[in-house]
């Protein structure tokens, strides 16, 4: 049985928790496979919205197992916060969520460490969610990080002294002023250790492989999006991790044959929040009308998230990143009633127009070139079959699948459940 992804395409928050929902039923597993709380995803359904950040969002449905694998890099405190809030809801959760023993561990240093990073940057942040995220995968793979499995061993809090007294040497090392009780925070991040433990954890890539043996169906569900990769991404306003398919191979110990569909996942149009370059970004009223219709504001942190039209240079380069299989447009309803659409095609880049993601996007490289779409007007969220698509919205859709080559096989109208398309 084969492994199917799901993953971002743009800037992150395109709506990948929502689509795993959906798809749950359709899967025995659920696996996260990369990025850590930096991630928010957003589920709505009953009138309720759930926001996860480490749990994969397939944990509110009774039956599939959810996995945190081992390309996931794990903060106790957030982790047991997420658990709290699934207790409100009575989620049965100790039966349905195992953590890889491989998965990183977030100590409260390296939030620290992140926070003094970004503050020694200055104006050249990258805007991080200061969740420790660049610091434990950079202990991960200098080789000195803590696993969830070293939690069953006797002597892990020497390990983790030792960790914690570097990492407040390379605190020290940063020229700025870091406020911290350090106490406090073990306090808090050991109790949290305790809860977690009492959770299963597991020999993951064995699981899965047991799993696929006996002919189980596994969604692999990804975090950030594929232009904030490690390698692929607009670096260095990236995350650490690699967020594209080949991310999952190596977050979950699945091999490249045994994936099966990737489910790329794209908003129509773009948003990024952080720092960095964004082509299509719009500064005037339609790019604030898109992020007030469209409540762009992050689910981790609340900041606002810039807005602008879909780039289809980048769109193409991260389908073809991934291996794309099936695409998921969504949030079509936040563009009704704009008086027209633009489409990136091109890029003008050094007097030449270009089709492919240069090195640099920077503003002063790069000017985008844009097709124009009427817009549709009518308004989409009561919506429930493609056949009661505007003519305009088809038009788009058209448009999208004839220069991607690949079907959209879901059209989002909404955030709950049941504002999903089908096609
Ligand atoms: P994720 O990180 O990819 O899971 O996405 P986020 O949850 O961070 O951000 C997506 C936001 O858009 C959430 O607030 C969702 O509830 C909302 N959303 C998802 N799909 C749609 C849609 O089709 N239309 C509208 N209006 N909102 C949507
Ligand atoms: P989901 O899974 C959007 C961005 C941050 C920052 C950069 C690096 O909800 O789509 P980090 O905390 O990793 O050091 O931040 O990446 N970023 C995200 N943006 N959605 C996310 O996750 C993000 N996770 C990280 O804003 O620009
Ligand atoms: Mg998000």
Same mark, same amino acid.
């Given at each position: ?5 799901l ?9 990948k928790?929502?689509?795993v ?9 659920i696996a996260r496979f ?22 994969p969002s ?44 491989? +998965? ?19 104006? +050249? ?94 969604l692999a569900e990804g975090a ?20 594209? +398919? ?5 977050? =979950? ?150 220069? =991607? ?19």
């Amino acid at each position: 049985m084969a492994v199917d992804l799901l993953l971002g395409l743009q800037w992150g928050d395109e709506g990948k928790g929502k689509i795993v929902d959906v798809l749950t039923s359709n899967y025995d597993i659920i696996a996260r496979f990369q990025g850590g709380p930096n991630a928010g995803h957003t589920l709505e359904f009953d009138g309720i919205k759930h926001v996860l950040r480490t749990i994969p969002s397939g944990i509110f449905h009774e039956s599939a197992i959810n996995l945190v694998g081992n390309g996931v890099v794990i903060d106790p405190v957030v982790f047991v916060q997420e658990l709290d809030g699934l207790d409100q809801f009575n989620i049965d959760y100790k039966k349905k969520l195992v953590l890889s023993r491989k +998965a990183h561990i977030i100590l409260p240093t390296h939030r620290l460490l992140d926070a003094a990073s970004e503050t020694a940057k200055g104006k +050249a942040k990258i805007g991080s969610t200061l969740k420790g995220i660049g610091p434990t995968y950079m202990d991960k793979t200098g080789r000195n990080g803590i696993r969830i499995g070293d939690l069953e061993l006797d002597n892990w809090k020497e390990k983790y002294r030792a960790l914690a007294n570097k990492h407040e040497a390379l605190i020290g090392f940063h020229d700025v002023k870091i406020q911290y009780d350090l106490k406090e925070l073990e306090d808090e991040f050991f109790t949290a250790v305790d809860r977690l433990k009492e959770l299963t954890f597991i020999d993951s890539e064995a699981y899965l492989h047991d799993a696929m043996d006996a002919g189980k169906s596994i969604l692999a569900e990804g975090a950030q999006g594929s232009l904030l990769d490690i390698d692929f991404g607009t670096y260095p306003y990236v995350t650490s991790s690699n967020t594209t +398919a080949a991310g999952a191979c190596t977050g =979950l110990g699945v091999a490249p044959n045994q994936i099966g569909e990737v489910f790329g996942i794209f908003k129509a149009y773009t948003t990024r929040v952080g720092s960095g370059p964004f082509p299509t970004e719009l500064f005037d009223d339609t790019g604030a009308e898109m992020a007030k219709v469209g409540h762009e504001f992050g689910a981790v942190t609340g900041r606002p998230r810039r807005c602008g039209w879909l780039d289809l240079v980048a769109l193409k380069y991260t389908c073809r990143v991934n291996g794309v299989t099936q695409l998921m447009m969504m949030k079509g309803d936040v563009l009704s009633g704009f008086d027209k659409l633009e489409v990136c095609t091109a890029y003008k880049y050094k007097g030449e127009t270009i089709t492919h993601l240069p090195f640099n996007i920077e503003p002063e490289n790069v000017t985008p070139i844009y097709t124009k779409f009427d817009c549709w007007k009518e308004d989409l969220t009561q919506m429930s079959d493609p056949s009661q698509f505007p003519k305009e919205l088809n038009e788009y859709i058209d448009f999208l699948e004839k220069e =991607l080559q690949i079907p959209i096989k879901i059209v989002s109208v909404g955030p709950d459940r049941t504002q999903t398309i089908h096609r």
